[in-house]
T-cell receptor
Framework: GQNIDQPTEMTATEGAIVQINCTYQ??????LFWYQQHAGEAPTFLSY????GLEEKGRFSSFLSRSKGYSYLLLKELQMKDSASYLC?????????????FGAGTQVVVTP | DVKVTQSSRYLVKRTGEKVFLECVQD?????MFWYRQDPGLGLRLIYF???????EKGDIPEGYSVSREKKERFSLILESASTNQTSMYLC???????????FGPGTRLLVL
């Protein structure tokens, strides 16, 4: 199985930038998702990377390096509502039907 | 608008009871998943289904079973609930590989 590592918690100030890193094993890798999950709610889709490079969507960007087994989610101009858990999830070539393997999540705390 | 619904948001059961958790999606998705989410452990896959009446074990199937009699409905069954099955249960669906999973709101189950 995969070993997906991401930091447990990060704290940042409103208006700042935070970068959440995710590392995974490269063998059999087929794509990487980022989800946002507010406390007590369902995870919601943020981004999907399958090729190397940066994907930008407004204040959120996601980067992937397939050769290094590394991704990051960049949150810019942080707002209080960005306080949430951010989940990194990997799609493997050995898994079919959209099955994902999730990291434990990174809790981001935004302070005033 | 995409929708995945779960039968209950909160549930309290006693040890030994049989518990049914229902999930319904209205997107005509082929694939459906049941996860449990516990602090520090992230989302762990219990079972998934890629077609009606088809099911596959996930990473932690012990103590659980599932049923998929109709395409839109995927049920998780705890045959004899135990206290270590106290958790948040999340259902998800996806159209296929390399497509995002859409999550239901979750059921917080407490087994006393």
């Amino acid at each position: 199985g995969q070993n997906i590592d991401q930091p447990t918690e990060m704290t940042a100030t409103e208006g700042a930038i935070v970068q959440i890193n995710c590392t995974y094993q490269t063998s059999g890798f087929n794509g990487l998702f980022w989800y946002q999950q507010h406390a007590g709610e369902a995870p919601t889709f943020l981004s999907y990377n399958v090729l190397d490079g940066l994907e930008e969507k407004g204040r959120f960007s996601s980067f992937l390096s397939r050769s290094k087994g590394y991704s990051y989610l960049l949150l810019k101009e942080l707002q209080m509502k960005d306080s949430a858990s951010y989940l990194c999830a990997v799609l493997m070539t050995t898994d079919s039907w959209g099955k994902l393997q999730f990291g434990a999540g990174t809790q981001v705390v935004v302070t005033p | 608008d995409v929708k995945v619904t779960q039968s209950s948001r909160y549930l309290v059961k006693r040890t030994g009871e049989k518990v049914f958790l229902e999930c319904v999606q209205d997107m005509d998705h082929e694939n459906m998943f049941w996860y449990r989410q516990d602090p520090g452990l992230g989302l762990r896959l219990i079972y998934f289904s890629y077609d009606v009446k088809m099911k596959e074990k996930g990473d932690i199937p012990e103590g659980y079973s599932v049923s998929r009699e109709k395409k839109e409905r995927f049920s998780l069954i705890l045959e004899s609930a135990s206290t270590n099955q106290t958790s948040m249960y999340l259902c998800a669906s996806t159209r296929g590989n390399q497509e995002t999973q859409y999550f239901g709101p979750g059921t917080r189950l407490l087994v006393l």
